[in-house]
């Protein structure tokens, strides 16, 4: 009796073993997310569409999953897709870390403001482990940012007509916008006539139909929750009026004179407007179909149009009617307005006119010079010359035009000014250009006027370096591109009699050379070799210092040994302008420099490999347990176990990290067998992890608690062939240990 109750307790510990391990392989299912009654709201109706706003943005999901039980660290996400219902990159709604025992619970989540459109979709994701529901259905999903009537007026200008009524002309259209909505171009819209839904969804639409027309925010299916039904604006349209300017398209004034421009419609009650060049010179003035356009205006000369408005009638501009001035012509002087006469010259005055019958008076300080009616003029004298011009051609008689004034002076000296004419920066440019900006006549009193147009080719030049004629530079301009070159330089020029001097412009042009320093190392340790900068050119005849952080440490030293950490920088004096290097940054040792991809204990599946990449050092070495150098690359492919070394190399600097690399098992241990010898699950087989290791005991009892098999490194290979099973079913008991420490214990339930 004893006997079968031990057997019946055997049974029943073995089922228990095959209903954990069957629950064991089962995964967790999540189910669709649904939508929840609202409990602050009273009744229990899920909601259909999600219409929130500012003042009221609550809503409730439902979910449920089966299990076996997620991880403690599981976190459930609710999740809403895009516009079209995908999840390429969702919104987090909601997300809980206590319901990892609650197979069914409800999210509760807020809208973000941005959300509009009728596809929006809802799921479940699980962290730990990584699953995701089913999609729910699609949804309307509507933040009501915007809950105010809109207003809509002319191409949005705001202006809204008079009774609402906007007339237009047979062929013609308007375009109607809200202007009372910001960032107007994000929403949907629904534009009506006459009560009609229009196909148009843009924040503006183009009518030329007549009609009731109005809009409002589409919201989809939360659009009943909104009150943004705008005004009404009423499209009627007419027959064109043949409105026109009476006269020619082309009108000539005369100087002084005014002239009428008259709409062929008058007399009626309507508004008339005037345009001059596209903007409004008169009106909207009721009857005003005249406008009167002055000569003696400066200005006056352009394009008119007159616009017309009133009941019963479109509204209707005219075409355009050019209006120029007859008399008007232009003077253009030939000469400089500035002249240095010297002695014993002459100059010649001239002017250019396009007055078709022109005759000229020229003038000296105000006086008419006899005789003097030509276009030209030669003078001898220093004054200030000009000329006046009569037109005695065209329909008009325009009152004399006088020129530009010519200022004539005899100078008793000359001064020369020179300037940077490219980006000049002392030490920083490479090369210059400079050259004569000004010439100024000196009179006796003091008195400069600039005489460059008349003069600037007539001089003869020589530039100087540090009071040196610069051999060939004999033009008024001058470009250095040498350090060899720099100094003081200054433009000396000669006409007849008179010496010229400018302003002196120094020159500090910078070196062409570059400057490199190198390095044995950038990370400085304690213990490693000393790290030394030194210059890639000579500077044993040089003026130099080295620098740290901007600070000078060393101007003797043709190489620097570094001992601190920081910025350092090489600086050479060349013809008084610094010559800067590179710079090296040295840092201080420290093991997190070195960067691996990956943990350095990997898992890996048997037969596969997987790669581990350093990052951060100047160079690598792996070496294997034999301490076999295996790669000098960043990164290695693992493919067996074991314990691998990594040797990372910053300079004179190394970091040591020890790699171990095991196998994932890919399965369960078994807990039942067929040993019926067809050879199929005959044999007890273990995961990789337990079996033919050495140091891992596989140890198997009999149903009395007898061991019968004990082995070291298990190959897989119990039962063997000698052993006998007496009973259909019989059950044994294992136990998996490594140096004495209990891995895993159980039955094996054997089936002949």
């Given at each position: 009796?004893k006997?079968?109750?031990?057997?019946?307790?055997?049974?029943?510990?073995?089922?228990?073993?095959?209903?954990l391990?069957t629950?064991?392989?089962?995964?967790?299912?999540?189910?669709?997310?649904?939508?929840?009654?609202?409990p602050?709201?009273g009744?229990?109706?899920p909601?259909?569409?999600?219409?929130?706003?500012?003042?009221?943005?609550?809503?409730?999901?439902?979910f449920?999953?089966?299990?076996?039980?997620?991880?403690s660290?599981?976190?459930?996400?609710?999740?809403?897709s895009?516009?079209?219902?995908?999840?390429?990159?969702?919104?987090e709604?909601?997300r809980?870390?206590?319901?990892?025992t609650?197979?069914?619970?409800?999210?509760?989540?807020?809208?973000?403001s941005?959300?509009?459109?009728?596809?929006?979709?809802?799921?479940?994701r699980?962290?730990?482990?990584?699953?995701?529901?089913?999609?729910?259905?699609?949804f309307s999903?509507?933040?009501?940012?915007?809950n105010?009537?809109?207003?809509?007026?002319?191409?949005?200008?705001?202006?809204i007509?008079?009774?609402?009524?906007?007339?237009?002309?047979?062929?013609?259209?308007?375009?109607?916008?809200?202007?009372?909505?910001?960032?107007?171009?994000?929403?949907?819209?629904?534009?009506?006539?006459?009560?009609?839904?229009?196909?148009?969804?843009?924040?503006?639409?183009?009518?030329?139909e007549?009609?009731?027309y109005?809009?409002?925010?589409?919201?989809?299916?939360?659009?009943?929750?909104?009150?943004?039904?705008?005004?009404?604006?009423?499209?009627s349209?007419?027959?064109?009026?043949?409105?026109?300017?009476?006269?020619?398209?082309?009108?000539?004034?005369?100087?002084?004179?005014?002239?009428?421009?008259?709409?062929?419609?008058?007399?009626?009650?309507?508004?008339?407007?005037?345009?001059?060049?596209?903007?409004?010179?008169?009106?909207?003035?009721?009857d005003?179909?005249?406008?009167?356009?002055?000569?003696?205006?400066?200005?006056?000369?352009?394009?008119y149009?007159?616009?017309?408005?009133?009941s019963?009638?479109?509204?209707?501009?005219?075409?355009?009617?050019?209006?120029?001035?007859?008399?008007?012509?232009?003077?253009?002087?030939?000469?400089?307005?500035?002249?240095?006469?010297?002695?014993?010259?002459?100059?010649?005055?001239?002017?250019?006119?396009?007055?078709?019958?022109?005759?000229?008076?020229?003038?000296?300080?105000?006086?008419?010079?006899?005789?003097a009616?030509n276009?030209?003029?030669s003078?001898?004298?220093?004054?200030?010359?000009?000329?006046?011009?009569?037109?005695?051609?065209?329909?008009?008689?325009?009152?004399p035009?006088?020129s530009?004034k010519?200022t004539?002076?005899?100078?008793?000296s000359?001064?020369?000014?020179?300037?940077?004419?490219?980006?000049?920066?002392?030490?920083?440019?490479?090369?210059?250009?400079?050259?004569?900006?000004?010439?100024?006549?000196?009179?006796?009193?003091?008195?400069?006027?600039?005489v460059?147009?008349d003069?600037?080719?007539?001089?003869?030049?020589q530039?100087?370096?540090?009071?040196?004629?610069?051999?060939?530079?004999?033009?008024?301009?001058?470009?250095?591109?040498?350090?060899?070159?720099?100094?003081?330089?200054?433009?000396?020029?000669?006409?007849?009699?008179?010496?010229?001097?400018?302003?002196?412009?120094?020159?500090?042009?910078?070196?062409?050379?570059?400057?490199?320093i190198?390095?044995?190392?950038t990370?400085?340790?304690?213990?490693?070799?000393?790290?030394?900068?030194?210059?890639?050119?000579?500077i044993?005849?040089?003026?130099?210092?080295?620098?740290?952080?901007?600070?000078?440490?060393?101007?003797?030293?043709?190489s620097?040994?570094?001992?601190?950490?920081?910025?350092?920088?090489?600086?050479?004096?060349?013809?008084?302008?610094?010559?800067?290097?590179?710079e090296?940054?040295?840092?201080?040792?420290?093991?997190?420099?070195?960067?691996?991809?990956?943990?350095?204990?990997?898992?890996?599946?048997?037969?596969?490999?997987?790669?581990?990449t350093?990052?951060?050092?100047?160079?690598?070495?792996?070496y294997?347990?034999?301490?076999?150098?295996i790669?000098?690359?960043?990164?290695?492919?693992?493919a067996?176990?074991?314990?691998?070394?990594?040797?990372?190399?910053?300079?004179?600097?190394?970091?040591?990290?020890?790699?171990?690399?095991?196998?994932?098992?890919?399965?369960?241990?078994?807990?039942?067998?067929?040993?019926?010898?067809?050879?199929?699950?005959?044999?007890?087989?273990?995961?990789?992890?337990?079996?033919?290791?050495?140091?891992?005991?596989?140890?198997?009892?009999?149903?009395?608690?007898?061991?019968?098999?004990?082995?070291?490194?298990?190959?897989?290979?119990?039962?063997?062939?000698?052993?006998?099973?007496?009973?259909?079913?019989?059950?044994?008991?294992?136990k998996?240990?490594?140096?004495?420490?209990s891995?895993?214990?159980?039955?094996?339930?054997?089936?002949?």
């Amino acid at each position: 009796m004893k006997e079968s109750n031990s057997t019946y307790s055997v049974l029943v510990l073995a089922l228990a073993f095959l209903l954990l391990g069957t629950i064991g392989m089962q995964a967790q299912v999540l189910y669709q997310p649904e939508p929840a009654a609202n409990p602050n709201l009273g009744g229990n109706t899920p909601w259909t569409a999600v219409c929130a706003s500012n003042n009221f943005n609550q809503y409730f999901v439902n979910f449920q999953w089966d299990p076996p039980f997620v991880e403690s660290d599981n976190e459930f996400i609710l999740e809403l897709s895009d516009a079209d219902g995908y999840f390429s990159a969702p919104t987090e709604l909601a997300r809980v870390t206590d319901k990892n025992t609650v197979f069914d619970f409800e999210f509760q989540f807020e809208l973000p403001s941005d959300i509009r459109g009728d596809n929006f979709k809802i799921r479940v994701r699980s962290t730990n482990p990584a699953k995701t529901s089913p999609a729910s259905e699609a949804f309307s999903m509507y933040f009501i940012d915007y809950n105010l009537p809109l207003l809509i007026s002319e191409n949005g200008s705001g202006n809204i007509p008079s009774g609402g009524i906007i007339q237009i002309c047979g062929g013609g259209s308007v375009t109607l916008k809200p202007h009372n909505i910001p960032n107007s171009s994000t929403y949907i819209y629904n534009w009506y006539r006459s009560g009609t839904l229009l196909s148009e969804k843009s924040e503006s639409i183009t009518v030329s139909e007549p009609g009731m027309y109005y809009v409002e925010l589409d919201y989809g299916d939360c659009s009943g929750s909104a009150n943004t039904l705008s005004n009404t604006i009423e499209i009627s349209t007419g027959t064109s009026s043949g409105l026109a300017i009476n006269g020619a398209n082309n009108v000539e004034i005369c100087p002084g004179e005014t002239q009428s421009l008259e709409a062929n419609i008058s007399g009626q009650g309507y508004t008339y407007t005037w345009y001059k060049d596209g903007s409004i010179v008169s009106g909207p003035t009721v009857d005003a179909s005249t406008y009167t356009v002055d000569a003696g205006t400066s200005g006056f000369e352009g394009s008119y149009e007159v616009e017309i408005s009133g009941s019963g009638i479109c509204v209707e501009l005219s075409d355009p009617v050019s209006v120029t001035s007859s008399g008007s012509y232009e003077i253009t002087l030939n000469n400089a307005e500035n002249i240095v006469l010297l002695p014993s010259q002459s100059k010649t005055l001239s002017v250019n006119t396009t007055a078709t019958s022109p005759t000229f008076q020229w003038f000296k300080d105000g006086a008419a010079i006899a005789d003097a009616t030509n276009n030209s003029l030669s003078i001898n004298e220093v004054g200030e010359y000009y000329v006046e011009v009569t037109e005695n051609g065209g329909a008009c008689t325009p009152a004399p035009m006088a020129s530009a004034k010519t200022t004539v002076v005899s100078p008793d000296s000359f001064e020369f000014v020179v300037d940077y004419v490219t980006t000049y920066s002392s030490c920083e440019s490479t090369d210059a250009t400079l050259s004569l900006t000004t010439i100024n006549a000196v009179s006796d009193n003091g008195t400069e006027t600039d005489v460059t147009g008349d003069l600037q080719n007539s001089f003869a030049y020589q530039w100087k370096l540090d009071g040196t004629d610069v051999i060939g530079e004999n033009s008024k301009t001058i470009t250095v591109s040498s350090q060899d070159d720099n100094g003081n330089y200054t433009l000396v020029g000669t006409i007849d009699a008179f010496e010229a001097s400018s302003n002196s412009l120094q020159l500090k042009l910078a070196s062409n050379e570059s400057l490199q320093i190198t390095t044995n190392g950038t990370v400085l340790c304690e213990g490693g070799e000393a790290i030394v900068l030194e210059s890639a050119t000579d500077i044993s005849n040089e003026s130099f210092q080295w620098k740290k952080d901007g600070t000078v440490v060393d101007s003797a030293s043709e190489s620097l040994t570094v001992n601190e950490i920081g910025v350092y920088q090489l600086v050479i004096t060349s013809n008084e302008c610094p010559i800067v290097s590179n710079e090296i940054t040295i840092s201080a040792f420290d093991e997190s420099l070195l960067v691996l991809d990956k943990p350095k204990d990997l898992i890996i599946i048997e037969g596969e490999t997987q790669t581990l990449t350093a990052s951060g050092a100047d160079s690598y070495e792996w070496y294997d347990a034999g301490n076999n150098l295996i790669s000098n690359s960043n990164s290695y492919d693992f493919a067996e176990e074991g314990e691998y070394l990594l040797i990372a190399s910053f300079g004179t600097c190394t970091v040591s990290k020890v790699i171990t690399v095991t196998y994932r098992d890919m399965f369960n241990i078994p807990n039942v067998i067929t040993a019926n010898g067809d050879g199929i699950n005959d044999l007890w087989v273990l995961p990789n992890t337990y079996s033919r290791d050495p140091n891992v005991l596989v140890t198997i009892f009999n149903e009395r608690g007898e061991q019968i098999f004990s082995q070291a490194g298990y190959e897989n290979n119990w039962p063997q062939s000698t052993t006998t099973f007496n009973k259909q079913s019989m059950i044994f008991y294992y136990k998996i240990t490594r140096g004495g420490k209990s891995l895993k214990q159980g039955t094996i339930t054997v089936i002949k």
